[in-house]
């Protein structure tokens, strides 16, 4: 089997959207076989593995810990360093730290995709899916988060 993409251009031919629901299966393939890892994924699920950060980032209502860590899987040290690594612990903590109510008035736009960003390295996701993050970031946060996306989740 050849190896998944890890981009996709317009010259293949394959919408972005469309491979996206594929590979969450919010749509199932007709025919063929879509391989990560070896793994088919029209015969597999994988999406514990998956996450997917867009353009409009998604916030649960409620703390900042419950929107990190909805079913309360990880420790308050491991969400303190994926805060620190997405770089919105100072944030967070003048917010009122991570029990506090997420606002996300108080954040920008960048600090969203971060928030996200980190919620994967909490979740330890295998693969990250980046819809259109960065499309509306400005240049030191798409630097940031690519540094972190390939630094930032060896640990």
Not at 5 to 13: A, D, G, I
Not at 17 to 39: C, K, Q
Not at 41 to 49: C, P, T, V
Not at 118 to 134: N, P, Q, T, W, Y
Request: net charge neutral; hydrophobic share 40%; with cysteine.
């Amino acid at each position: 089997m050849k190896p998944s993409p890890t981009s996709l251009s317009p010259s293949q031919r394959l919408g972005q959207a469309s491979f996206i629901l594929v590979l969450f299966h919010m749509i199932e393939l007709d025919a063929g076989i879509m391989p990560i890892d070896n793994i088919n994924l029209a015969r597999k699920d994988i999406r514990a593995h998956l996450n997917v950060i867009s353009q409009d980032p998604y916030f649960i209502a409620g703390s900042i810990r419950l929107s990190f860590d909805p079913y309360s899987g990880s420790s308050g040290v491991a969400l303190l360093t994926a805060l620190q690594k997405a770089q919105l612990d100072a944030t967070i903590t003048v917010n009122g730290g991570p029990d506090a109510e997420l606002d996300i008035e108080t954040l920008s736009h960048g600090q969203w995709e971060l928030s996200c960003l980190g919620c994967a390295m909490l979740r330890k996701s295998r693969f990250i899916v980046f819809h259109e993050a960065i499309s509306s970031v400005n240049r030191k946060t798409d630097a940031l988060m690519q540094r972190i996306t390939h630094t930032g989740r060896r640990d």
